[in-house]
């Protein structure tokens, strides 16, 4: 039996999450061996580099076009970042399977505020990303609206909050939708991707619809909604027709259903309560999370992690500072 032999019949004994490790493992393996060769300029993009000494114990290099120095880190989330490659792979890893940042805190020996830090900028870096954060609805696509309580984790309520602390699992004070609760607006393609954003308290009106959804729907789309009227402004943002499921004769409820939107309502509640809430001005950064990772976790993994981590013409670094001050929700 030969080396190769061995090997195959060693690994069809290992478990499924023993195989899943291996495979983790060996993608890290592979992202740290190709980062010994030379990138591409990440401001011009040539291929005329050649070495240039070393930066904060990085390769530096230096582009023969443009005249530019940069790193191994340049334009990742990694850069200013003391943590090598190995930790940032596993963070991007935890983020997208919805894991909570106390539990990655623990598991890599991190401090909460430093794994809160890199979970951001993470989440930052997917609204960037073409695949991630420009998606464009099209086909058939469903549209509906779900609701979360609003959140200030992390702060103390002041003056200028119109309410009395929660405790975690606690209802709304009024019943019904009130101003308590954020709306998430959101749609999906049926058997493609999905997009949600949230923009004001209880129903969207016609303008925080078209504020949403101008740029993520297709022409030619048959958009399939519940009946909410702002739905009739979406023709005037893209070539689409509206569908109100709840006027359909029962024989073609068979198609015009709205139950593949509501699968994706309950995948975001069920993140949004194991993380016992999310604070309402990171809301559309975790929305967008929810979005890429519905459906497309175990593909999304590897691509995600090639693109923040590998020196590219997008500049995905955040500053701490930044993720805690810039683009942030509020209503």
Avoid at 119 to 145: F, W, Y
């Amino acid at each position: 039996m030969t080396s190769q032999d061995l090997l195959i019949a060693r690994i069809k004994q290992l478990s499924e999450e023993e195989i899943s490790t291996l495979l983790n493992a060996t993608s890290v393996m592979l992202e740290k061996h190709g980062a010994s060769s030379k990138p591409d300029c990440p401001y011009c993009g040539s291929q005329n580099i050649i070495r240039y000494g070393h930066k904060c114990n990085k390769q530096r290099f230096l582009c023969r076009d443009c005249g530019r120095t940069f790193t191994t880190t340049t334009h990742t989330v990694m850069s200013h970042s003391h943590f090598p490659p190995e930790v940032w792979a596993e963070v991007i890893e935890d983020t997208l399977c919805g894991n909570s940042i106390d539990y990655t805190a623990r598991r890599l020996g991190l401090y909460h505020q430093a794994t809160f830090d890199m979970r951001h900028k993470i989440l930052m870096a997917l609204q960037q990303m073409p695949e991630t954060g420009n998606i464009c609805l099209g086909e058939v696509s469903e549209l509906d609206e779900t609701f979360v309580l609003d959140c200030y984790k992390g702060k103390p309520l002041d003056g200028d909050i119109s309410r009395k602390p929660r405790k975690h699992g606690a209802k709304a004070e009024k019943r019904g939708i009130s101003s308590e609760y954020i709306c998430i607006c959101s749609g999906i393609q049926r058997n493609g991707d999905a997009y949600a954003a949230a923009v004001n308290r209880a129903k969207p009106d016609a303008e925080e619809l078209r504020a949403v959804f101008t740029g993520h729907i297709a022409d030619a789309t048959l958009i399939l909604c519940d009946g909410l009227r702002s739905y009739h402004i979406l023709p005037t943002i893209a070539d689409c027709a509206v569908k109100d499921c709840s006027q359909m004769a029962e024989d073609e409820k068979c198609f015009y259903h709205l139950n593949t939107v509501n699968g994706f309502h309950s995948f975001i509640k069920s993140r949004y309560h194991f993380y016992r809430g999310v604070a309402t001005k990171y809301l559309n950064r975790y929305n967008t999370l929810f979005s890429a990772a519905y459906r497309n976790v175990a593909s999304l993994i590897k691509q995600v992690r090639q693109a923040l981590l590998e020196v590219g013409r997008i500049n995905y670094y955040h500053s701490n500072k930044a993720a805690g001050e810039v683009d942030l929700l509020a209503i």
